[in-house]
């Protein structure tokens, strides 16, 4: 699943490239769950509708229409938005649908701008979504509530991260950070590269890391998150960025994916992959030693 940079990269380029278009028609393909909407739902605020902004809250994309409604939309793990028009990008799971011609079998929403340009909404497995909301309601919807602060929001203090993590004291620190109540938009490679930097094991519990520990692991958590950002996200396998092109954080990555490889800060001592919250875990057996009381 797409991390808070992609989606943030992803967001950012549709940003530029469909704000201020006018939805013309909406077609709907194959798959219900993929456009939850009532049709006179879709015929009254959708269209004849403008994109005023596309936004992101964790790892929910928001395209904000002018009728006072938004399609919050989720890639999930094989989601793709693709723009076509005198310019073609495309975003999400990099299959042959970024490239080739559209709608294609993939295809569950196809949106079609008064300029006759297109945004494609293609999901092989189906789990993505486009539902659309009162933009008022968005921060009250079940699944919005659930999300945590937003790291990178600069109102979010270490005090406030340290409040939260608190809560979950008897669980792994990886787990909290991974937990989108508790933080939005952290998944598996950032949260390796942010406890690999702060050097606290994954598998310590929470009521083990020092309050200066966790201050300093939003700290790692923020910068890391900030460069991948700056990159275009990371080249994961399952993701490319708003042009259609893998971003180049993986590059850059300290610890995930270098399993076997020397640590950064001790050549002599190779990364180990272990498993912690039920995910591949990467670390430095010298730099993060486990906390255990």
């Known amino acids: 699943m797409p991390e808070l940079p992609e989606v943030e990269t992803v967001r950012r380029g549709l940003d530029r490239l469909i704000v201020g278009r006018k939805i013309r028609t909406v077609l709907v393909r194959e798959s219900p769950n993929s456009f939850p909407n009532a049709i006179a739902d879709v015929e009254n605020f959708v269209l004849n509708a403008s994109v005023m902004a596309v936004g992101r809250r964790g790892k929910m994309l928001l395209i904000d229409l002018s009728s006072g409604y938004t399609l919050m939309t989720h890639l999930r793990m094989t989601g793709q938005l693709v723009f076509v028009g005198y310019e073609r990008f495309g975003a999400g799971h990099p299959s042959n649908s970024l490239v080739g011609r559209l709608p294609d079998k993939s295809t569950r929403v196809a949106i079609e701008f008064s300029d006759d340009t297109h945004l494609y909404f293609n999901d092989q497995r189906r789990f993505g979504f486009m539902k659309l909301t009162p933009t ?61 930097a702060a050097r606290i094991h994954p598998a310590t519990r929470v009521r083990n890391v020092s309050d200066a520990q966790l201050a300093d692991l939003l700290a790692e958590i923020k ?71």
């Open 136 to 196: 008022a309601e968005v921060l009250n919807d079940s699944f919005m509530r659930r999300v945590g602060p937003e790291p990178l929001e600069g109102t979010f203090t270490a005090e406030d991260f340290i409040g939260r993590m608190r809560r979950r004291n008897n669980t792994s620190v990886k787990a909290a950070i991974l937990d989108q109540s508790v933080l939005a938009g952290v998944g598996n490679i950032y949260a390796d590269e942010a406890l690999w």
């Open 223 to 293: 910068a890391v998150l900030t460069l991948s950002i700056d990159k275009g996200g990371s080249t994961n396998r399952n993701y490319v960025n708003a042009e259609g092109k893998k971003g180049s954080y993986m590059d850059f990555a300290r610890v995930f994916r270098r399993q076997n490889q020397p640590c950064l800060r001790h050549p002599d001592v190779l990364i180990e992959k272990i498993r912690v919250a039920g995910r591949g875990t990467h670390i430095c057996p010298v730099c993060q030693v486990e906390v255990i009381e």
